[in-house]
């Protein structure tokens, strides 16, 4: 599939010709499988399809490695771990899940892996070079180490699908460029998702978020915007929640504080909340089995409420505190629209 532009058509493979007065590009990214991983015979995990070859193959493969730390790598480990022998995670650096926790954090959730099975290797550095054997394949990483595998899954994130939009003069940077109506550079031609650098609400930066309520977002400002209703999109926030082995992790925002940020942290019966503050509003948030609503966290950094005195008491009960200061906020809001 190509676009064209000048004459407002899009072309495809089998010849067919479709023309469009408005284009909205969402085709989403595709994993990427480096050509070491690929020789290892490495598969990605990210469509139904894979999850059907995966679980086809499931019945002989005793040993699975993870080769990734981040949400898809832990998520399969975690469902993996009672069907396979032996479930390894291959970390590049010092910890997973490195978007959406600190160090601690990561420390935490790794004891919660071993405890059930899952075998995680930190700071291995990247896959350099693949032997496949007929049955098995050894990886070897930059750090040194190695690790004989009967299945490899490439769990090292995903890239926009932006091959077809190459040469048409739609800007494409990692993803295609977006401005904040998720217009592109050429006119009534738009893009939202996955295959989006869009806006981030906290940094202001462009960049991509492939996580699905941004895409959601994007999706509807861009809607908005090509059916002539003035929309624009106030930026991606990165969020996820992530349910293993009965436990429950949620991260909201910043990970790394930036220079002058403020973070307190608290850890309570094997519960661990961690909150990052720039100035009087809270920028990120991170627990592990807390009472917590994510929505409420989310309002509270998407509407820049002030947390002022509270900060300690949001940290000790994120749930209860968070929702009260969610409340106060909306009361000022509709009392000064009422005014
Ligand atoms: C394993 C996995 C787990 C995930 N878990 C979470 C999660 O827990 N929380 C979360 O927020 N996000 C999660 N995500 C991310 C989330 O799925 C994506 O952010 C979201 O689906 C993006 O939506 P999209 O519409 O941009 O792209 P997609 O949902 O990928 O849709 C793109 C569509 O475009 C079609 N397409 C592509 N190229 C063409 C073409 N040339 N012609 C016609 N059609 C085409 C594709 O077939 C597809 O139907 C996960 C992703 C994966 C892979």
Redesign the pocket.
């Known amino acids: 599939?190509s676009v064209s532009p000048e004459t407002g058509n899009l072309l495809f493979e089998d010849g067919t010709v479709e023309h469009y007065d408005r284009l909205l590009i969402?085709?989403?990214?595709e994993?990427i499988v480096p050509p070491v991983m690929r020789q290892a015979g490495a598969m990605g995990?990210?469509?139904m399809d894979d999850y059907i070859t995966l679980s086809g193959q499931l019945t002989e493969t005793k040993r699975v490695v993870l080769v990734g730390a981040g949400?898809?790598a832990m998520?399969l480990a975690a469902s993996l771990a009672n069907k396979v022998h032996q479930v390894t995670v291959v970390a590049p650096r010092e910890r997973v899940l490195r978007n959406y926790f600190d160090i601690e954090g990561s420390e935490r959730i790794i004891d919660l892996f071993t405890a059930s099975g899952v075998s995680v290797k930190l700071r291995w550095g990247e896959a350099v070079k693949a032997e496949r054997g007929s049955e098995t394949t050894v990886l070897r990483f930059s750090q040194g180490n190695e690790i004989e595998a009967d299945l490899v899954l490439a769990c090292l994130g995903?890239e926009p699908?932006i091959a077809?939009v190459r040469g048409s003069g739609i800007a494409i940077n990692r993803g295609v460029v977006v401005d904040r109506r998720m217009g592109t550079n050429v006119p009534d031609i738009f893009a939202?998702?996955?295959?989006a650098e869009a806006f981030d609400f906290l940094s202001g930066e462009s960049g991509v978020n492939?996580?699905?309520?941004?895409?959601a977002a994007q999706?509807k400002v861009a809607g908005d915007n090509m059916a002539d209703k003035a929309s624009s999109y106030e930026g991606s926030l990165s969020m996820?929640?992530f349910n293993f082995f009965d436990h429950l992790a949620f991260s909201i925002g910043k990970v790394a504080a930036s220079e002058g940020d403020e973070i307190l942290g608290a850890k309570r019966n094997g519960s661990m909340a961690r909150l990052v503050f720039t100035g009087d509003v809270l920028t990120g948030a991170s627990f592990l089995d807390a009472d917590v609503e994510a929505g409420v966290i989310q309002y509270l950094i998407r509407n820049k409420v002030g947390i002022g005195k509270h900060r300690e008491k949001l940290l000790e009960a994120p749930g209860e505190v968070g929702y009260w200061l969610m409340n106060e906020a909306e009361k000022s809001r509709t009392m000064s629209k009422e005014e």
Do not use: C, K, Q, Y
């Not at 969402?26 to 990214?29: F, I, L, V």
């Not at 939202?192 to 295959?195: E, F, I, N, R, S």
């Not at 492939?210 to 895409?215: H, K, Q, R, Y």
């Open positions: 599939m969402a085709t989403g990214s994993p995990f990210h469509v949400l898809v998520e995903v699908r077809f939202a998702g996955d295959v492939p996580i699905l309520p941004s895409a999706g996820n929640a």
